[in-house]
């Protein structure tokens, strides 16, 4: 078996994941590939216009490309020279027939499977690296392997499938790949899975300690990977519903969030009461989750589950109705200027960001809608491109001027060092700061003259 790596998928997981292994498994060579050519331009680009907003990936990339890492569109050169073939396609919610709505779309996952058997010259180790359903690679591996029962004839040739999850936070991929939590490895329980594990396991070696790389059997890695996000999610969707309770009662979510995270059984992270969770992840593998319950008959955990996504669009919607009370019952004519657009502040990812579902809610109630974002203006304008009115302006002072209130649904970390006088100034009056992140100076912009609601306070 030779060193050589190569990722199909030139997306959020194979451009960062590759790259950082490129850097720090110097005597491999790297390989990307997408059949997107313009993505692939793009991650060749002479100013390293890359097609992700990651920092510190652009750094990384300037190391390696080149030197021991490559992209290209050539999926069947890079499937032949190399032995180990990550896969990170698109897997998104399903949303036609059997499963519409929870379940994921392998269409693209099968067409790379199929794509990898028949260029294949011989015996590989092909490692999911998307997300995907528990027992999926049994199904990689029927396909590879030629036992689809579809009168498919077998290769000769020998494909050993491994899930390999990743675990990256969009703003602090680099971070997470440098000096991850764990790396999960599962591969069958045989001889040949376990020389395969073995060789996914050197690559982390290079730079994650021994201990930090776990292995398992495949399902109990598939599995993990949506438990994982489950979970956090959860902790999404529990502190937004105590938010609900706080601003009922007079307490104050951020108070509270802060002495159950004292505990050591609870712990701090993911108990920030906000807008909701967004991104391509949690919302998907939920879903994912759910289906898989309903699948086995496991209705009750299914409910369960799916009461996790509820509460998370609930909360979007409290904010429009706290929005439509605070301003008189009406929003219809009014200005509102959204700050922030990503889901989350160091991404220029939108998908299922609260924001869209804010400016959409805000639209219905024919409210002047203007976003601005630093990172994500040209994604907004793609995700709201249906709802002919909405401005997108890059200045913030600009995008404030003649508003009624401003949203601030990204905490980018500049959006508190603002002038919010000379922002108040050119506000109509009387002038609404909705805080949805809890990261501005409530009591600043109060003396300024702002209304000012939170979250959970």
């Known amino acids: ?23 720090m498994n110097p005597d491999r ?23 992700i907003y990651e920092p510190g990936l652009v750094d990384v990339v300037k190391e390696v490309r080149g030197r021991n890492l490559f992209f290209s569109t050539d999926i069947k050169g890079a499937v032949q020279q190399c032995d180990i073939v990550f896969v990170g396609v698109n897997t998104p919610t399903k949303m036609f027939g059997r499963g519409s709505g929870r379940a994921s779309d392998l269409q693209y996952w099968e067409a790379t499977a199929r794509s ?33 029962g579809n009168g498919e004839r077998g290769t000769g040739i020998k494909f050993t499938v491994l899930s390999n999850p990743e675990f990256l936070a969009e703003g602090t991929a680099i971070k997470d790949l440098l000096e991850p939590d764990r790396v999960l490895i599962g591969g069958p329980e045989t001889e040949e899975g376990r020389r395969a594990l073995e060789a ?19 399902w109990s890695a598939e599995l993990t990977k949506l438990a994982a996000n489950a979970f956090l999610a959860q902790r999404v969707s529990s502190i937004n519903a105590i938010a609900g309770l706080c601003e009922a009662t007079g307490a104050d979510v951020d108070e509270v969030a ?20 967004g991104g391509s992840c949690f919302k998907k593998d939920v879903l994912n989750l759910v289906y898989l319950c309903e699948t086995f008959g ?40 959204l700050f922030g657009f990503a ?30 974002d630093p990172k994500a203006l040209d994604n907004a304008r793609r995700d709201l491109a249906d709802l002919p009115g909405v401005v997108y302006e890059e ?42 992140r809890n990261c501005l100076d409530a009591a600043e912009l109060r003396r300024i003259g702002f209304r000012v609601l939170n979250v959970g306070k």
């Open 395 to 436: 200045d913030e002072y600009k995008a404030a001027e003649g508003a009624d209130a401003i949203v601030l649904m990204t905490d980018w970390r500049h959006y508190p060092t603002l002038d919010w006088q000379k922002i108040y100034d050119s506000m109509r009056k009387p002038a609404l700061v909705f805080d949805t």
């Open 298 to 337: 496991l209705h009750t955990a299914a409910e369960y589950w799916t009461g996790v996504i509820r509460m998370n669009q609930h909360q979007q919607e409290r904010i429009v109705s706290r929005l439509f009370s605070a301003m008189f019952n009406t929003l219809a004519n009014k200005k509102i200027a």
């Open 29 to 51: 060579k790297v390989i990307v590939v997408d059949i997107n050519a313009d993505r692939i331009a793009a991650w060749n680009s002479e100013d390293y216009s890359i097609p």
């Open 200 to 218: 996914v396991v050197d690559i982390y070696a290079a730079w994650v300690p021994r201990e930090k790389i776990l292995t398992t059997n495949v």
């Open 258 to 277: 802060r002495v159950v995270g004292a505990d050591r059984r609870i712990g701090p992270k993911f108990l920030k009461a906000g807008p909701g969770f």
């Open 343 to 372: 889901f989350k502040a160091d991404t220029g990812d939108t998908r299922e960001t609260p924001a869209g579902t804010v400016a959409r809610l805000l639209m219905e109630e024919h409210v002047r809608v203007t976003v601005t």
């Open 1 to 23: 078996m030779n060193k050589d790596i190569v990722c199909i998928g030139a997306g959020y997981i194979g451009g960062p994941t590759m790259a950082v292994i490129a850097k």
């Open 116 to 148: 990898i058997k028949e260029y294949a010259n011989g015996d590989k180790v092909v490692v999911e690296k998307s997300t995907l359903p528990v027992r999926t690679a049994a199904a990689m591996e029927a396909i590879l392997n030629g036992g689809t």
